[in-house]
């Protein structure tokens, strides 16, 4: 029979087991959502270099494309949120290594760094629409014009320079992908995909 004494340092032993348990991936509905919000925000972007910026405001076809972006960024705010949740309250794979010790210690950066700009995207996106009286135009058919351009807006361009910075991010999360599934070849994308997760 175990020492009192001993047992407040088993206990302890045995709830830090259980913190630190995992497995080999991530939960169904975190996978789900992250591929969701993949091609929704790169989808999002698209839309927004390609199709909004390059669209004169006095366009008639102007309304309906601003109403599929905002309402498609409220959707992927909504899911981020959700997203954020499930990762927080699931058990996960532990991290994986580049093999360099201060690029592991920039990745946890640069994924939460995806919750930020997503949140100041969302946040810079519902200022304009506010301050440009954007609700009314595009969700209440007022009859209203847009404004003859939304650069006069610091929040636009401060969007503007986040969804290049989004982008960006975007852009070294694949090729960092890249990297562990073809040069180290550790599997990590069948991490982020479905299948049993089996634990460790």
Known sequence: MLDPAERPGLECRTGASLKMKQVSRYHPLLVTLHWVLAVLIV????????????????????IGILR???????????????RFIVRMRTSRPAGATTGYPLLDRIAPIT?????????????????TAIVAGLPE???????????PTFMIYPTFVAHGSIAALLAGFIILHVVAALYHQFVRKDGLFRRMFFGRPVSK
């Open 43 to 62: 989808a999002a972007l698209a839309l927004g270099f390609f199709v909004h910026v390059a669209m004169p405001n006095s366009d008639p076809a102007k």
């Open 68 to 82: 599929v972006h905002m309402a498609g960024g409220m959707f992927i705010l909504a899911l981020m949120a959700i």
């Open 111 to 127: 994924h939460y760094g995806f919750y930020v700009l997503v949140l100041l995207m969302a946040g810079t996106g519902y200022t």
């Open 137 to 147: 135009i595009v969700f209440g058919d007022s009859g209203a014009p847009l404004p």
